[in-house]
């Protein structure tokens, strides 16, 4: 594997100049010149349409940055890997986790990890569900924690806690003095929900499906305090994890909506990709992540 060539052709392709490729990567221009040069010799195509005044990728071109990104990964993992063979809980964990966990659920986690392994330097990515399963797909991150579900049998999924979700609405919605209702008295509502590919709206859905239910509109909104902000300043309902508005309904800006003999729950999940399962790194997370949510299915 050619990795300082292949390094140097992704640089290229991003900065699209021969110049600011050489001083990013602090080596002289016939050097990178050189790289490409042996990169279309090895494959035996032209990568670059190149002028004085333009830097164009061929279509074989950007056949080989998309997949030299994820070589160039592999080998980084790779690498750390191996200066992790002692068993020093120190580099990189990189993780993903979806908006509920990684805004609610992961930070009191990562501090005690940090407390407890100093040299360990921690990264995390937030997104959907689905953006997370592909950045563990794409080794983008060592692993990732989801609220939602995934048939990607490329990867390993281990459920690590039991989450309840809620109906909540404003203190100032019709449904917030009663008691208790009943499932089918939450017809014709506005449901204020998250995207599509978000664990979260992914299990409104099979709430709203599973019990035939008639919503009269939806507003969609990428964020966990984006919908519980709308909510308090109108009149919908939502679906929301506990630790997503246990501050609220205690402060009480939010009231939960009791639906009699119903509890809303789901699984939430770690996953992996099979080459990290060794990496020392993770493996300390995981310890840590049954420490924290002791677990039994």
């Known amino acids: ?71 160039i990964r592999l080998y980084d993992q790779t690498r750390q890997h191996i200066l992790e063979h002692h068993h020093a809980i120190k580099g990189e964990l990189k993780i993903g986790a979806s908006f509920t966990i990684g805004e609610y659920i992961l930070p009191a986690l990562l501090l005690d990890l940090q407390r407890k392994h100093s040299e360990l ?46 109906i909540v609405a404003s203190v100032h919605h019709p449904l917030a003095t009663r008691e208790g209702i009943s499932i089918s008295e939450l017809h014709d509502q506005t449901w204020i929900t998250r995207e599509l590919g978000s664990g979260t709206r992914e299990y409104l859905d099979h709430v709203i499906r599973s019990n035939g239910l008639r919503a009269e509109s939806f507003l969609t909104i990428s964020s966990n305090q984006g919908i519980k902000e709308t909510l308090i300043n109108g009149n919908g309902l939502s679906l929301l994890s506990k630790s997503v508005i246990e501050r609220d309904v205690k402060n009480g800006n939010l009231s ?14 770690y996953l992996f990709a099979s080459i990290m399962k060794e990496k020392q790194n993770v493996i300390t997370f995981i310890e840590t992540l049954k420490e924290t949510f002791p677990y039994n299915e």
Do not use: W
Request: some cysteine.
């Open 121 to 166: 330097q921690i990264q995390v990515t937030i997104g959907n569900t689905e953006e997370i399963v592909q950045a563990v797909r794409l080794y983008e991150v060592d692993i990732g924690l989801i609220e939602g579900q995934t048939n990607d049998k490329e990867l390993q999924v281990v459920p690590f806690m039991e989450d309840e979700l809620f």
């Open 1 to 71: 594997m050619q990795y300082e060539a292949l390094k140097t052709f992704v640089t290229l392709v991003e900065v699209k100049n021969f110049t600011k490729t050489a001083e990013m990567l602090l080596m002289s221009q016939p050097s990178v010149s050189l790289h490409i040069k042996n990169l279309e010799k090895e494959f035996q195509t032209k990568l670059l349409e190149r002028s004085p005044k333009y830097l164009k990728v061929t279509p074989t071109g950007q056949m080989l940055y998309d997949c030299a990104i994820q070589m």
């Open 256 to 269: 939960i909506i009791p639906v009699t003999k119903t509890r809303f729950t789901r699984r939430l999940s």
